[in-house]
């Protein structure tokens, strides 16, 4: 089974780490586990002020502070994977992730923040589960 990790580095995505590789049999011998990191688009006039590659530099070390941890973890653990990390919109760059890759799965954590957080704040849960054609794990 070919697996999409959404990490983010909260609490939340630490859990789901820590319940995928206790259940072994979510990714099965063969498996593989696609870790990817989605960075924030930042707004025109601070990419046209900082430039391309100062805006890459950034996103590159942002991500380096989630998906560092996530391998020394997995590193501990008998499980295939792979990170990556994109700049765009969380929701959408992991239904895409998943569609390219093929992944029979998404896990990711969810904060949870119920009805009135996901009025005022969205939800990148809501809009993988949404968007997406592939069984979606949350971990709360």
């Known amino acids: 089974m070919k697996?999409?990790?959404?990490?983010?580095?909260?609490?939340?995505?630490?859990?789901?780490?820590?319940?995928?590789?206790t259940h072994e049999g979510l990714l099965g011998e063969q498996g593989e586990l696609f870790v990817?990191?989605?960075?924030?688009?930042?707004?025109?006039?601070?990419?046209?002020?900082?430039?391309?590659a100062a805006i890459t530099e950034y996103a590159s070390d942002e991500?380096?502070?989630?998906?560092?941890?996530?391998?020394r973890f997995l590193d501990r653990h008998?499980?295939?994977?792979?990170?990556?990390?994109?700049v765009g919109t969380?929701?959408?760059?992991?239904?895409?992730?998943a569609k390219r890759e093929e992944a029979h799965l998404i896990v990711m954590g969810t904060h949870g923040l119920g009805l009135i957080g996901r009025a005022l704040m969205g939800s990148v849960a809501q809009r993988v589960i949404t968007d997406c054609d592939i069984p979606v794990l949350l971990v709360k």
Do not use: M
């Open 78 to 86: 008998p499980v295939r994977y792979r990170t990556a990390w994109v």
């Open 36 to 52: 990817l990191n989605v960075q924030a688009k930042l707004p025109p006039h601070v990419r046209r002020v900082l430039g391309s």
């Open 90 to 97: 969380p929701g959408e760059e992991i239904v895409k992730a």
């Open 3 to 21: 697996i999409v990790f959404a990490a983010d580095g909260s609490k939340c995505t630490k859990k789901a780490l820590a319940f995928l590789v």
């Open 63 to 71: 991500a380096d502070k989630v998906l560092v941890p996530v391998r």
